[in-house]
């Protein structure tokens, strides 16, 4: 059975860093696009990042030039590198993942930074 697994948030201070971590593991023979997504107490989920399966990557334009994904294909894990963290990237990150092309969500990782 195929798990997503978060991990790496935190609390830190505005101005600071975090580097989230999706393993995947299980049985994978094909993975596709891997998204980033937030959500904060009272908002909707919002997406904040996105790699293809061709390793191209988009972003939030709240997050351009300060978030950086990236994926590594031997260890079937995709990375957030989060700097210059602000306090309304406040929120619990979940990563999403088409793997064996079914969509699958993590159980999400708590991000606090305060100000």
């Known amino acids: 059975q195929v798990q997503l697994v978060e991990s790496g948030g935190g609390l830190v201070q505005a101005g600071g860093s975090l580097r989230l971590s999706c393993a995947f593991s299980?049985?994978?023979?094909?993975?596709?696009?891997i998204d980033w997504y937030r959500q904060a107490p009272g908002k909707q989920r919002e997406l904040v990042a996105t790699?293809?399966?061709?390793?191209?990557?988009n972003y939030a334009d709240s997050v351009k030039g300060r978030f950086t994904i990236s994926r590594d294909t031997a260890k079937n894990t995709v990375y957030l590198q989060m700097n210059s963290l602000k306090p309304e990237d406040t929120a619990v990150y979940y990563c999403?993942?088409?793997?064996?092309?079914?969509?699958?969500w993590g159980q999400g990782t708590q991000v606090t930074v305060s100000s």
């Open positions: 999403y993942a088409n793997l064996n092309r079914n969509n699958y």
């Open positions: 299980g049985r994978i023979v094909s993975i596709g696009g």
């Open positions: 790699i293809s399966g061709g390793g191209s990557a």
